[in-house]
């Protein structure tokens, strides 16, 4: 039994709005203008658990640009960066920009695994912490 209604012209929301629960992953679809008074905060973070992690993987077969906005620490160390992968065929490229940092922690790659694209991390420093967010195209 479905009904359908007309959605009000404002959505007032006096606290916190989560989509979903437990590991699925919630969507909320907007048409127009989104205006937004505060931060946004989307970050996902990895722990490396040895010198070559995959921090992130997308499906090959939905989008074919992913932009990176990169964090790592280890102790007091950080390097940020930015990092744009983008699938052609069945090869990726990637390149990282902007980057700086006080030690190069991690050095960044992709690749194609079955049907997903892989960013993955390689780094000497066993300890590091992988923070980021992904907008895919």
Same mark, same amino acid.
């Given at each position: 039994n479905?009904?359908?209604?007309?959605?009000p %012209?404002?959505?007032?929301?006096?606290?916190?709005? $989560?989509?979903?629960?437990?590991?699925?992953?919630? =969507?909320?679809?907007?048409?127009? +203008?989104i205006?937004v008074?505060g931060?946004?905060? +989307?970050?996902?973070?990895?722990?490396?658990? +040895?010198?070559?992690s995959?921090?992130?993987t $997308?499906?090959?077969?939905s =989008?074919?640009t @992913?932009?990176?906005?990169?964090?790592v620490?280890?102790?007091? =160390?950080?390097?940020?960066?930015?990092?744009?992968?983008?699938?052609s065929?069945?090869?990726?490229h990637n390149?990282e920009?902007?980057?700086?940092?006080?030690?190069?922690?991690?050095?960044f %790659?992709?690749?194609?695994?079955?049907?997903n694209?892989?960013?993955?991390?390689?780094s000497?420093?066993? %300890? @590091?912490?992988?923070? $980021?967010?992904?907008?895919?195209?």
């Amino acid at each position: 039994n479905t009904s359908t209604t007309t959605p009000p %012209s404002t959505l007032t929301i006096g606290g916190d709005l $989560f989509v979903g629960s437990g590991s699925s992953n919630g =969507h909320i679809t907007a048409s127009g +203008n989104i205006d937004v008074s505060g931060d946004i905060f +989307n970050t996902t973070a990895v722990q490396m658990t +040895n010198s070559s992690s995959v921090v992130n993987t $997308f499906s090959t077969s939905s =989008h074919k640009t @992913c932009k990176y906005l990169l964090q790592v620490t280890s102790g007091s =160390h950080i390097q940020s960066s930015e990092m744009l992968v983008m699938l052609s065929a069945s090869a990726v490229h990637n390149t990282e920009y902007a980057q700086i940092n006080t030690i190069n922690l991690v050095d960044f %790659s992709s690749t194609v695994s079955a049907s997903n694209v892989q960013l993955i991390a390689s780094s000497s420093f066993i %300890s @590091c912490s992988v923070k $980021f967010i992904r907008t895919l195209i």
